[in-house]
């Protein structure tokens, strides 16, 4: 079942500043293992409602893996985390947007 990978983003202040004297940010990833899911007909048409499009979940098997991260690649593609779901099980459902292909990913 948990045969995909999720690479959870994280940005985070190092406490230094960059040569314009703006603070400078670490970005944390971490790849965990996870099942991709679809997303459902309902929620898709409530979340169209404010504007925002989900593009897919991502399950993994303990929501103690889960930081708090903001973002996430899946197969090359950068999204941003829209809400995260905790079932009655130790998993998680992330549920993801705003799919975009990144350079670095």
Do not use: W
């Given at each position: 079942m948990?045969?995909?990978?999720?690479?959870?983003?994280?940005?985070?202040?190092?406490?230094?500043?960059?040569?314009?004297?703006?603070?400078?940010?670490a970005?944390?990833?971490?790849?965990?293992?996870?099942?991709?899911?679809?997303?459902?007909q309902?929620?898709?048409?409530?979340?169209?409602?404010?504007?925002?499009?989900?593009?897919?979940?991502?399950?993994i098997?303990?929501?103690?893996?889960?930081?708090?991260?903001?973002?996430?690649?899946?197969?090359?593609?950068?999204?941003?985390?829209?809400?995260?779901y905790r079932?009655?099980?130790?998993?998680?459902?992330?549920?993801?947007?705003g799919?975009?292909?990144?350079?670095?990913?």
């Amino acid at each position: 079942m948990f045969n995909s990978i999720i690479t959870l983003i994280k940005t985070v202040p190092n406490g230094t500043v960059d040569s314009y004297g703006d603070p400078a940010d670490a970005v944390i990833e971490r790849d965990l293992f996870c099942a991709i899911l679809s997303i459902g007909q309902t929620e898709f048409y409530q979340a169209q409602t404010i504007g925002i499009k989900p593009q897919l979940k991502a399950v993994i098997s303990d929501y103690l893996d889960y930081h708090d991260e903001e973002e996430a690649v899946v197969d090359g593609i950068r999204y941003k985390v829209l809400r995260t779901y905790r079932e009655m099980s130790n998993e998680l459902e992330i549920t993801l947007y705003g799919g975009v292909r990144h350079a670095d990913a």
